[in-house]
C-alpha cells in the first residue's frame, strides 16, 4: 500500500497570512501520462470532506483561489495564500494512483 | 445538483450485519466510480470499497470477505452490506463519487455506525 505522510499535524494560522502543508507518499504519483495522482481535501468541523485540488494542482469547481497545490513524484504542497476564517479544519491528501486509496493522517489547521 | 444521502448507521453487537444506503441525485450512479470510505472516532479517513462502472468491486484488506458493496440502477442508489461486524469497525461510513483513476468529487455527509456488546 501506498503511504501517505502529511506535515504538520497542527498549524495554527493568522488571517490574512500565508499556510503551507507538506505530503508525501512512498512511491511516485506521477503516472506515464505525466498526471500525479494526488488529491487535497478539507474537512471543516461536523462536515464531510470536500474536495479542493486534483491531479495535484488542479483546483476543484468553486475552490478560491488563494489556494493552490504544487508538487510532482512524491513530494506536494498544498498553499493557502491569505488565510481566512472559513479555511479552518482538517486538510487531508489522499492518492487515488491504485487501490486501496491512501490517505494522510491529516493537518489540523486553526486561528491563532 | 450532485447529491449523495447516506441511511442505515445503528448501532449493532460484535457478529451483526447492517446494510448501509447511500441515495444518489444529480448523476447516474452506474457511469461513475463509487467508493465508501470511513472515518473512525477523532481520527482519519480509511477507504473501504469500490465498484466500477462495469460492476467489478475492490475492498481493503481490512473488510475483505465481511463487506460487499452493491448498487440499484434503478433506484440509483449504492450500499454497502456489512456482515461479522467488529468493535473496530465503528466509524462514520461516507459515500464518495470517484475511485482510483478519479477523484472523490463529491461525499455524502456520512452514517454512523457503532459496533459494541
Known amino acids: 500500500d501506498i503511504v501517505m505522510t502529511q506535515s504538520p499535524l497542527s498549524l495554527p494560522v493568522t488571517p490574512g497570512e500565508p499556510a503551507s502543508i507538506s505530503c508525501r507518499s512512498s512511491?511516485?504519483?506521477?503516472?506515464?501520462?505525466?498526471?500525479?495522482?494526488l488529491d487535497w481535501f478539507l474537512q471543516r468541523p461536523g462536515q464531510s470532506p470536500q474536495l479542493l485540488i486534483y491531479?495535484?494542482?488542479h483546483r476543484a469547481s468553486g475552490v478560491p483561489d488563494r489556494f493552490r497545490g504544487s508538487g510532482s513524484g512524491t513530494d506536494f504542497t498544498l498553499e493557502i495564500s491569505r488565510v481566512e476564517a472559513e479555511d479552518v479544519g482538517v486538510y487531508y491528501c489522499?492518492?487515488?494512483?491504485?487501490?486501496?486509496?491512501?490517505f494522510g493522517g491529516g493537518t489540523k489547521v486553526e486561528i491563532k | 445538483e450532485v447529491q449523495l444521502v447516506e441511511s442505515g448507521g445503528d448501532w449493532v453487537q460484535p457478529g451483526g450485519s447492517l446494510r448501509l444506503s447511500c441515495a444518489a441525485s444529480?448523476?447516474?450512479?452506474?457511469?461513475?466510480?463509487m467508493s465508501w470510505v470511513r472515518q473512525f472516532p477523532g481520527k482519519g479517513l480509511d477507504w473501504v470499497s469500490v465498484?466500477?462502472?462495469?460492476?467489478?468491486?475492490l475492498y481493503a484488506a481490512s473488510v475483505k470477505g465481511r463487506f460487499t458493496i452493491s448498487r440499484d440502477s434503478s433506484k440509483n442508489t449504492l450500499y454497502l452490506h456489512m456482515n461479522s461486524l467488529r468493535t473496530e469497525d465503528t466509524a462514520v461510513y461516507f459515500c464518495?463519487?470517484?475511485?482510483?483513476?478519479?477523484?472523490?468529487?463529491?461525499w455524502g455527509r456520512g452514517t454512523l455506525v457503532t459496533v459494541s456488546s
Open positions: 464518495a463519487r470517484g475511485g482510483n483513476g478519479t477523484t472523490l468529487d463529491s
Open positions: 491531479l495535484g494542482s
Open positions: 465498484i466500477y462502472t462495469r460492476g467489478s468491486t
Open positions: 444529480g448523476f447516474t450512479v452506474s457511469n461513475y466510480y
Open positions: 512511491q511516485s504519483l506521477l503516472d506515464s501520462d505525466g498526471y500525479n495522482f
Open positions: 489522499m492518492q487515488n494512483l491504485q487501490t486501496p486509496l491512501t
